[in-house]
């Protein structure tokens, strides 16, 4: 057995280091002047076709833009001008706000804006990102942004580009054609997840734009397809589980549906259906105030553009209780709402989160327990904290983590109104334990009872004490007064609730909320410790609405 982990260490530790030398060997001929040279080609001087935005923009960042402020990742970037140019194309970005910045996503917000300025303004920074971004680099030229930027390009063109002088044209389409042709030879084989929807759906405005001399329309059809079918779950959700990935994805389907009516050509097979049970999935994700739950690299979100999705979506009713494949519970009574994550996430540090059988609460349109939301938005240490099971609403051992692979089983019941759910994950294996939770919520919602268990697996070893931590994080405008054996928490509206708990030593901490973009809020968690000490070990908790006085 040693040598057999030995020798599959060896292996895995080899492919990396190909993969690593493949990749920088890559880099290095996409900045190469040969490889920039083959770039060029045919330039077209107008579209054949011209898409349409399926999003309406907000006059309120359009005028903000206007002003040279561009909102991105959740604050507010001075466009740093110099001269006639601006150099916030250069400028130190978080991830988050790049991405935003460089998909040109913006541009919608110009034309809500309209007029002569706000096109002269749109053209004006195209015309600076051709100048400072021609040629390949590794993250403006990312398959992803490539697909982005043509959507938003060529789905706004008839806004900034229909009136423009020939210069401008040659080079729009110059910069176009370019990025159109490093996307067409490097999406096959690089890119995977949400990227490769991406770069589909730019290959897909830019085939119908350019027209069949350029792009196989149909062969990117049947990519669409292949994609839809290998990323979207049978229950609607998408594949990594990230309620983020579920609205981004949506938006792109959505998009690219507009492409099809536009043009009034019929849609592709399955791309209607995967619209409709992503928007059901997406509803089941959403707390009362209209906001995403916090797991798996999510923020808060703006929760009208939410609501815009599943209108064009077509969506109505309430959301349904369980996503079977995805493993997503809702438990939901009277005016409260219980989320639990009971299923296994694939995906990148980012937007697959440690967090197996974390939950969050929430009362009407208040959210009380959280997770801690994501990193992505800030420096890349804060990537892994939020990754972490302490960063969630669930239990964590001491020195121990969550095992990459790990499986659930989750049995549910419900009668009378009320909500009864036993989860049970293997998700600690390697330290020999076994975690159950299990919940109730009582018809009119204002009594949840839950016990997280921890029994030891047969070959463990019984001697050995494992500590244990259950969180319990609080939503930053929740006020949380620690009283004997219990919590009491304080809501916005002045509603009152009480965690109690047994089993274990309660206490009242400092915790952080990321759950707004660029914003570390400061905040409490409850933290139950206790020590396992023979094969089992228990902790009842319950969250219980206080009588007024």
């Given at each position: 057995m040693a040598k057999t982990a030995t020798a599959k260490k060896q292996k895995t530790e080899h492919k990396g280091w190909s993969e690593r030398l493949a990749q920088f060997a890559r880099k290095a001929a996409y900045a190469s002047p040969v490889y920039s040279a083959m770039l060029n080609g045919q330039v077209p001087n107008h579209l054949q076709q011209t898409p349409r935005d399926a999003f309406a923009g907000d006059i309120n960042i359009g005028n903000l833009i206007m002003r040279g402020t561009f909102p991105l990742a959740g604050k507010d970037h001075p466009a740093q001008t110099k001269g006639h140019t601006i150099t916030l194309w250069r400028a130190p970005l978080m991830q988050p706000a790049f991405d935003e910045l460089h998909s040109f996503r913006w541009l919608r917000h110009l034309h809500a804006v309209g007029g002569n300025a706000a096109r002269q303004t749109a053209r004006q920074l195209l015309e600076d990102w051709f100048a400072s971004h021609g040629t390949w680099e590794e993250k403006s030229w990312a398959p992803q942004l490539i697909g982005e930027r043509l959507t938003a390009w060529l789905s706004q063109y008839a806004f900034f580009?229909?009136?423009?002088?020939?210069?401008?044209?040659?080079?729009?389409?110059?910069?176009?054609?370019?990025?159109?042709?490093?996307?067409?030879?490097?999406?096959?084989?690089?890119?995977?997840?949400?990227?490769?929807?991406?770069?589909?759906?730019?290959?897909?405005?830019?085939?119908?734009?350019?027209?069949?001399?350029?792009?196989?329309?149909?062969?990117?059809?049947?990519?669409?397809?292949?994609?839809?079918?290998?990323?979207?779950?049978?229950?609607?959700?998408?594949?990594?589980?990230?309620?983020a990935l579920q609205a981004q994805i949506s938006q792109d389907l959505i998009e690219i549906r507009s492409l099809f009516t536009y043009a009034q050509m019929p849609l592709p097979e399955g791309?209607?259906?995967?619209?409709?049970?992503?928007?059901?999935?997406?509803?089941?994700?959403?707390?009362?105030?209209?906001?995403?739950?916090?797991?798996?690299?999510?923020?808060?979100?703006?929760?009208?553009?939410?609501?815009?999705?599943?209108?064009?979506?077509?969506i109505k009713g309430k959301a349904g209780d369980v996503?079977?494949?995805?493993?997503?519970?809702?438990?939901?009574?009277?005016r409260s709402l219980m989320m639990l994550d009971a299923g296994f996430a694939a995906g990148d540090a980012s937007t697959c989160h440690q967090s197996p059988l974390a939950i969050e609460f929430s009362s009407?349109?208040?959210?009380?327990?959280?997770?801690?939301?994501?990193?992505?938005?800030?420096?890349?240490?804060?990537?892994?904290?939020?990754?972490?099971?302490?960063?969630?609403?669930?239990?964590?051992?001491?020195?121990?983590?969550?095992?990459?692979?790990?499986?659930?089983?989750?049995?549910?019941?419900?009668?009378?109104?009320?909500?009864?759910?036993?989860?049970?994950?293997?998700?600690?294996?390697?330290?020999?334990?076994?975690?159950?939770?299990?919940?109730?919520?009582?018809?009119?919602?204002d009594d949840i009872r839950g016990e997280d268990i921890l029994t030891r697996q047969a070959a463990a070893n019984m001697l050995v004490p494992i500590e244990f931590t259950i969180r319990f994080?609080?939503?930053?405008?929740?006020?949380?007064?620690?009283?004997?054996?219990?919590?009491?928490?304080?809501?916005?509206?002045?509603?009152?609730?009480?965690?109690?708990?047994?089993?274990?030593?309660?206490?009242?901490?400092?915790?952080?909320?990321?759950?707004?973009?660029?914003?570390?809020q400061k905040t409490k968690q409850i933290v139950i410790s206790g020590e396992m000490l023979g094969d089992s070990a228990a902790v009842k908790w319950a969250i219980q609405k206080e009588s007024k006085k």
């Open positions: 580009g229909s009136s423009a002088d020939d210069h401008f044209r040659h080079q729009f389409f110059q910069s176009l054609m370019r990025q159109l042709r490093h996307l067409v030879r490097i999406y096959e084989d690089q890119t995977d997840g949400p990227a490769r929807i991406a770069a589909i759906k730019g290959m897909l405005f830019a085939a119908r734009a350019l027209g069949d001399d350029y792009l196989d329309f149909t062969q990117i059809v049947v990519e669409l397809q292949d994609a839809i079918h290998r990323q979207v779950l049978a229950d609607g959700c998408y594949y990594q589980r990230s309620p791309l209607g259906e995967a619209i409709t049970a992503m928007a059901r999935a997406l509803r089941h994700l959403r707390h009362g105030d209209g906001g995403l739950a916090l797991f798996h690299g999510a923020f808060e979100d703006n929760a009208d553009f939410l609501d815009l999705l599943l209108v064009a979506a077509n996503l079977e494949e995805s493993g997503w519970h809702r438990l939901q009574t009277g009407g349109r208040e959210r009380i327990i959280v997770n801690c939301g994501s990193g992505i938005a800030m420096a890349d240490n804060w990537i892994d904290a939020c990754r972490s099971p302490a960063a969630h609403s669930t239990l964590s051992l001491k020195d121990y983590m969550p095992a990459d692979i790990y499986s659930i089983q989750t049995e549910r019941k419900s009668g009378e109104g009320q909500i009864w759910l036993s989860s049970k994950s293997d998700a600690y294996s390697a330290a020999g334990i076994s975690h159950t939770r299990q919940i109730y919520m009582n018809a009119a919602g994080h609080l939503h930053p405008r929740i006020q949380s007064i620690e009283a004997q054996n219990s919590v009491i928490l304080r809501l916005p509206s002045g509603a009152g609730w009480r965690l109690r708990m047994s089993g274990g030593k309660l206490g009242l901490e400092n915790s952080v909320y990321l759950g707004q973009k660029g914003q570390v």
